[in-house]
């Protein structure tokens, strides 16, 4: 019953969009044209066969709809980009996992003039099946951050960065809830009119709600621009600390001052090979902290693919891979469901992710996709060991 619905109501949006389209608009101008307002809609089906990304492999169908509202306005120096939406999930026969999750933003951009930058803040409630840990977890999300660029002398220009985010989880008797500052400041040197050198120097600070904290250092250097010919991107690679205090051992004793050190690494780049044919690269490697306190060294590498085969039809593929060293976590946590997690030095992961999609857009206030992605964990945990799969049809609207 609930498979009949849902396909009946994405024919009745298919429709209803394809009748209804028109050359492309915002839904409301006001101010002459300077002040916009764009509404989405969205619905999908898909089959997941691992919902908790563990080794149970428990799959099921998913039921989404997403609906959101953006509002722009492009007036004076500051231009305004706000957004508030709603997504919904229900889950055809695992209970106490639908969710209704609101989210908003709101930035602040300057563009011109000798100082630019922008201004974000955001908050969202996420629901997620988090591989590191091996559980689906809820929790708020709140990102604020304050970006800028000016211009030194007539080669070299710097750049600045503050930053606040809190991760506050449901359900804090698993899960440590976490809040991080960070700092950032770049200077850029103009190489070539197509490549500029970029050294920069990067703080964090992070405690979470088991009294533990840490804190990072990272150096590094990099080139922004024509990277080699054809391909342009940034690329960056340095050095980082992590100073942690608070962790405990397995038998709930207090450890001192424990150091990790490790190169970093950031960067993206896209080659066009031909008119319809691109791809673009990204690559990270960088300290984080999971949602169960443990920290993590963590490298991750994508390619993706996209072919515009015409105007309406097209292909997109991905794949990544991952490998997450981890160092340390706050104490054992005792769960319900599995085997004991195995945690800290003895744990280290890697991941296979691939994916493809086959995208059609009538034009900007209807498309459709189906999507099928494969992701395989390899881990030292039994628990954390496990393949996940999953194929989607979505359909969406804007005006």
Request: hydrophobic share 35%.
């Amino acid at each position: 019953m609930i498979l009949r619905r849902v396909i009946r109501a994405a024919l009745a949006v298919t429709l209803a969009a394809s009748l209804a389209c028109s050359p492309g608009r915002a839904l409301v101008t006001l101010n002459d044209g300077h002040d916009k307002i764009y509404v989405s809609a969205g619905l999908s089906m898909s089959r997941d066969s691992n919902v908790f990304a563990n080794s149970d492999q428990r799959g099921d169908y998913v039921y989404a709809t997403s609906l959101s509202a953006e509002y722009t306005r492009r007036a004076g120096w500051i231009g305004v980009n706000g957004s508030a939406a709603v997504s919904s999930s229900r889950f055809a026969t695992i209970k106490g996992q639908d969710f209704n999750n609101p989210s908003f933003g709101l930035e602040f951009t300057k563009q011109t003039g000798r100082t630019t930058g922008s201004l974000t803040l955001s908050a969202a409630r996420e629901s997620r099946a988090d591989a590191a840990v091996n559980l689906r977890s809820t929790s708020w999300n709140i990102p604020i951050g304050l970006s800028f660029k000016y211009p030194i002398s007539g080669t070299y220009t710097m750049s600045g960065s503050l930053g606040y985010s809190s991760r506050r989880y449901l359900d804090e008797t698993v899960f440590a809830s976490l809040t991080s500052y960070q700092a950032g400041i770049d200077l850029f040197h103009i190489l070539t009119t197509e490549r500029d050198a970029i050294m920069g120097y990067r703080y964090r600070y992070s405690d979470t709600s088991r009294h533990s904290s840490s804190t990072d250092h990272s150096l590094s250097l990099g080139l922004s621009g024509r990277l080699i010919r054809g391909l342009a991107g940034s690329l960056r690679v340095g050095y980082q600390a992590r100073i942690a205090d608070g962790l405990l051992d397995a038998r709930g004793a207090r450890l001192g001052r424990l150091t990790y050190g490790s190169w970093t690494a950031s960067g993206s780049a896209a080659y066009p090979l031909t008119k319809k044919l691109q791809f673009s690269a990204v690559i990270a490697k960088d300290f984080s902290t999971t949602a169960t306190d443990s920290s993590v060294d963590t490298t991750t590498f994508s390619l993706d693919g996209a072919y515009a085969y015409s105007s309406h039809w097209s292909l997109g593929s991905a794949m990544s891979f991952g490998d997450s060293r981890f160092l340390g976590e706050s104490g054992r946590v005792v769960l319900s469901l599995g085997p004991p997690l195995q945690l800290g030095p003895h744990r280290h992961d890697n991941y296979l992710n691939w994916s493809g999609s086959l995208n059609y857009s009538f034009n900007e206030h209807f498309r459709a996709a189906l999507s099928y992605s494969w992701f395989k964990n390899w881990s030292t945990s039994s628990y954390g060991d496990f393949v996940r799969s999953a194929w989607s049809f979505s359909t969406s609207t804007r005006w």
